[in-house]
């Protein structure tokens, strides 16, 4: 388990346009996704290194995305920080 404590601005909720996919990354290396009306539909850890990120679901899925100006590109989505 990620004990690291991560800081802004990466943490929080990030959504995409029609809001459909949301995923909470918490500072404790933990994330939640949502999809649609699945509240926590996949949960995990998560690791950033420069702009880039890794996620690893518990069911040992993998996956990753990068940061780019102020947006998180990942799996072919493109998701923005909620304010």
Do not use: C
């Amino acid at each position: 388990m990620n004990t690291e404590q991560v800081s802004p601005p990466y943490v929080g909720m990030w959504v995409t346009k029609d809001g459909h996919i949301r995923h909470e990354l918490l500072t404790n290396g933990r994330y939640k996704e949502s999809r649609g009306d699945r509240k926590d539909a996949y949960q995990g850890s998560y690791t950033i290194e420069g702009n880039h990120i890794e996620y690893i679901d518990d069911t040992g899925f993998t996956a990753d995305g990068d940061f780019i100006n102020g947006v998180l590109y990942h799996a072919g989505m493109v998701l923005y920080l909620e304010k």
